[in-house]
């Protein structure tokens, strides 16, 4: 892990950004306090907790009426994926 203080960070971005992908890059403020940064995978999923709220909600509302599947016994979970996306 590798602790920089903001203006060491500021006045080398480049260099940490770059540290940021094999390294843990925490970064300290007197007035803000400490944070870690992170690099964004293509993968990653980022929403705001609002939103993963709300598709929460709808998750448990279709739930409540109904609307869920249920692995068949036996079934792969291949299969069962398939057979999810096939019937919408």
């Known amino acids: ?11 080398n971005q480049r260099k940490y ?7 843990d890059v925490v ?3 007197r007035s803000y306090g400490s944070y870690r940064l992170v690099p964004v995978k293509e993968d ?3 929403m705001d ?6 598709k ?4 448990i509302e279709d739930y409540e009426n109904g ?3 249920k692995m068949k016994e036996g079934e792969t979970v291949d299969d069962f994926l398939g057979r999810m996306l096939n019937e919408d």
């Open 56 to 59: 929460i909600r709808k998750g």
């Open 67 to 69: 609307k869920a599947y």
């Open 1 to 11: 892990m590798v602790v920089v203080s903001s203006r060491e960070f500021r006045a």
């Open 49 to 54: 907790s609002a939103t993963l709220d709300a």
């Open 27 to 29: 970064i300290t403020s």
């Open 17 to 23: 950004f770059d540290l940021a992908q094999t390294n």
């Open 44 to 46: 990653d999923l980022l």
